[in-house]
């Protein structure tokens, strides 16, 4: 059963963590509470979808450093920093590091729900696309060395007959393995083929 996203609140105000439990319990949203960073990254599934409501002063380790550490990681969690009047500085640094955003205390529970909102939507749409990307990987993976050769040069434009001079086969079996490519692909027309090359060649640029 899938999992629904959870809200993670790092935060080492005990009253801080209790109160966002609490409001975001009326509004139905799972939600698990940390201590500290430590704490968080002992817990950490990088499976999870969700988004990370983070203080960004704390002992030991602070959110900065729980930042930097999950970039190193390769997470992609959306973070939403916490701060302080006196944090700006440092909020700005995260938010050059790719933090959503900083909400300053005290802060409208409604603002801080609205950008949660909008956390959990860029998660799940980051989680899509990479789902959507090892499905890609894992068909074009399914194809034999020769159906890996017809599918790059059709990709490429050229014409069957062309195809079979320069694999040394009949254009016969070079309709046969296009054929075999696109029901692997689940492509319909050229258009999507060549659309599917272009994803997997370049996949953070479509």
């Not at 992609?76 to 916490?82: C, E, K, M, V």
């Not at 909020?91 to 529970?109: N, Q, T």
Request: charged letters at 30%; one cysteine or more; hydrophobic letters at 40%.
């Amino acid at each position: 059963m899938k999992q629904k996203p959870t809200v993670f609140i790092v935060d080492d105000d005990e009253g801080i963590r209790e109160g966002l439990s609490l409001l975001l319990e009326t509004v139905g949203q799972p939600c698990a509470l940390f201590e500290s960073a430590v704490a968080f990254l002992d817990a950490f599934d990088p499976g999870q979808g969700g988004c990370l409501v983070l203080d960004i002063r704390m002992p030991r380790m602070t959110g900065l450093d729980l930042q930097a550490h999950l970039l190193e990681l390769g997470s992609t969690l959306p973070i939403i920093f916490i701060t302080g009047h006196g944090d700006i500085p440092m909020a700005v640094e995260a938010m050059r590091r790719g933090a959503l955003d900083f909400i300053r205390k005290p802060f409208r529970e409604q603002d801080l729900l609205d950008r949660i909102n909008e956390a959990l939507e860029i998660d799940a749409g980051k989680r899509r696309q990479m789902h959507d990307r090892q499905q890609l990987r894992d068909r074009i993976a399914s194809l034999s060395d020769r159906e890996r050769e017809v599918f790059e040069c059709v990709a490429e434009g050229k014409m069957n007959k062309v195809i079979a001079l320069d694999l040394g086969i009949s254009e016969r079996t070079v309709e046969v393995h296009r054929s075999h490519v696109m029901k692997k692909l689940d492509a319909r027309t050229l258009a999507q083929l060549v659309r599917l090359k272009l994803e997997s060649d370049h996949p953070d640029e479509i």
